[in-house]
């Protein structure tokens, strides 16, 4: 088995997924998990590891049950944490569902929760707690409402600086990470 180092990036793209052409690129979710490799790609510093690369890829019109579903899981068990894109534009897709699914309930993987749709903590908290309307986004996926305090769970804006300070976070890492629980980066 391989070493448990990497980033497992979930994000949503619509079911069937194709990365060719406008493919998954017209899907937001997608584009930022993108942002994220390209940070990696121009500074080699950046602690972004792509469970991702760890296993071949694979296209779209491959069947769940034998392509699809093992390839995800087995990039869950080399992974030391989830990092979930929650937007406006998620959906609760099969593929998340089994992501959030056996990476928290299977795996106790903690999740570095990323909302796209805010830029920095002032918008993101209120006396610094979550707003509401980021607490409203966990009922798009209701596997990962219900889940996630199993795990430790940061919260944290679209902010390159903060998603680095998140994923050095020994906290939010498998073998070394906190009690479970909902954690933000407060001002």
Not at 10 to 36: H, I, M, Q, R
Not at 49 to 62: A, E, L
Request: net charge positive; proline share 4%.
């Amino acid at each position: 088995m391989a070493y448990a180092n990497g980033n497992y990036a979930a994000f949503y793209v619509s079911e069937p997924f194709t990365e060719g052409g406008l493919g998954a690129n017209a899907t937001k979710d997608f584009v930022y998990y993108n942002l994220l490799k390209a940070w990696k790609v121009s500074d080699s510093e950046f602690p972004f590891i792509n469970s991702h690369d760890k296993t071949y890829n694979v296209r779209d019109g491959s069947d769940w049950e034998s392509t699809l579903k093992p390839r995800l899981r087995e990039r869950l068990r080399n992974s030391k944490n989830i990092i979930l894109f929650l937007s406006q534009s998620t959906k609760n897709s099969q593929a998340l569902r089994e992501e959030i699914d056996y990476g928290i309930n299977s795996l106790g993987l903690p999740v570095i929760v990323i909302y796209p749709d805010y830029k920095t903590n002032d918008k993101l908290l209120s006396n610094n707690c979550l707003i509401q309307d980021v607490k409203d986004l966990w009922d798009k996926l209701p596997k990962f409402r219900d889940s996630m305090s199993d795990v430790p769970t940061l919260h944290i804006p679209m902010n390159k600086e903060l998603i680095e300070k998140a994923l050095k976070d020994t906290g939010f890492m498998k073998n070394s990470k906190r009690e479970s629980g909902v954690f933000i980066f407060r001002n």
